[in-house]
């Protein structure tokens, strides 16, 4: 069936260090891929998207190009701060209102 | 603006013990959803709904039951809790058409089974 594998976490960064967090899917088809960001105490959010192959999605310094040739999402930023550190979901959607997510990856950013 | 409100926010139970979750939305969304969030499982669809009066089952529904009382509010049932369902709930909506992909979560609410 289709799903999400991210990365094992917790990652953890210092301060304007450079992020990557991997995402690979499994899907019979070309999905829409997204990823959310969990701040602590909080509901998902959604972070950015891409909706085919080569798009880049972008938000709050964050980036993901989604590739069709290695199913993968992967999301960077190029210098993290304190208030980036949250848990990240990579997901994947057939045009449909339903929504298959990754396991999150816990991103922790120390000064 | 509210959003997706959930009540409550905590719960402690005891094993056999009923109790329901409560879901809101204000932004005339037509589908909701209930998630469960687990240690190292991330989140699964417990149920949904794709527009007032219809429900279906998602990839977790054993042990729950849910009702779609109106377009604003879908209610998630523990009829008899169990030590398994001790979990994080997150109730979501999203607007239909469009295909945004975009979920809006509520804060969720921590149950704990005893």
């Known amino acids: 069936g289709d799903s999400v594998t991210q990365m094992e976490g917790p990652v953890t960064l210092s301060e304007e260090a450079f992020l990557t967090i991997n995402c690979t899917y499994t899907a019979t088809g070309y999905p829409s891929l997204f990823w959310y960001v969990q701040y602590p105490g909080e509901g998902l959010q959604l972070l950015l998207k891409?909706?085919?192959?080569?798009d880049k999605g972008s938000n709050k310094g964050f980036e993901a190009t989604y590739r069709k040739e290695t199913t993968s999402f992967h999301l960077e930023k190029g210098s993290v701060q304190v208030s980036d550190s949250a848990v990240y979901f990579c997901a994947l959607s057939f045009n449909t209102d339903k929504l298959i997510f990754g396991t999150g990856t816990r991103l922790q950013v120390f000064p | 603006n509210a959003g997706v409100t959930q009540t409550p926010k905590f719960q402690v139970l005891k094993t056999g013990q009923s109790m329901t979750l409560q879901c809101a939305q204000d932004?005339?969304?037509?589908?909701m959803y209930w998630y469960r969030q687990d240690p190292g499982m991330g989140l699964r669809l417990i149920y949904y709904s794709a527009s007032e009066g219809t429900t279906d089952k998602g990839e977790v529904p054993n042990g729950y039951n849910v009702s779609r009382l109106n377009k604003r509010e879908f209610s998630l049932r523990l009829e008899s809790a169990a030590p398994s369902q001790t979990s994080v709930y997150f109730c979501a909506s999203i607007r239909t058409g469009g295909n945004t992909g975009e979920l809006f979560f509520g804060e969720g609410s921590r149950l704990t089974v005893l």
């Open positions: 932004m005339n969304h037509n589908s």
């Open positions: 891409a909706t085919k192959a080569d």
